[in-house]
């Protein structure tokens, strides 16, 4: 018996561009001549963040609320598709996808509210917020409850 996994569904990216064409194409041949390539609105903010902002690639990616690794992978196609559009002359149009317009918004850490550590969780992982360490609380590895 064979078991196959699904791959879970892509989470929307964050997407500040918004950009007023839906594509392009080379001069000179007609539209209905041309092959198309198509490029996603998150590689092409991919894109945008890494050459034309020229950022490093985990800010990148923090600000796309993806890892870096994802990040690099999205970059890596869009230049392809970009690539491929300019060498072989084939019109690139631009879809809509799973994208989100707007900055990503803070991560919080759900047991102090404080910032996360992007990629390696937060410091206070495993811990609960607690009374019995001081004023204003602080945090245990064990449950209050479970010492008495």
């Known amino acids: 018996m064979l078991i196959t996994r699904m791959a879970r569904p892509p989470l929307p990216r964050r997407v500040c561009c918004q950009i ?20 996603g609105r998150d590689e092409l903010e991919a894109i945008r963040l890494a050459d034309l902002e020229g950022l490093y690639q985990e800010a990148a990616a923090e600000r796309m609320g993806v ?45 102090h509210g404080g910032a996360r550590r992007r990629g390696r969780g937060c410091r206070c992982a495993g811990r609960q917020a607690c009374d019995r360490h001081g004023p204003g609380g602080g945090l245990c590895r064990t449950a209050p409850d479970a010492e008495k």
């Open 67 to 111: 890892s870096r690794q994802t990040f690099a992978r999205i970059l890596t196609h869009a230049r392809e598709v970009v690539a491929q559009g300019l060498i072989e002359g084939k019109a690139l149009l631009i879809e809509t996808g799973a994208a989100v317009d707007g900055p990503a918004p803070p991560l919080t850490c759900p047991v």
């Open 20 to 39: 007023g064409v839906r594509g392009f194409r080379p001069i000179g041949k007609p539209a209905c001549a041309t092959e198309l390539v198509t490029i």
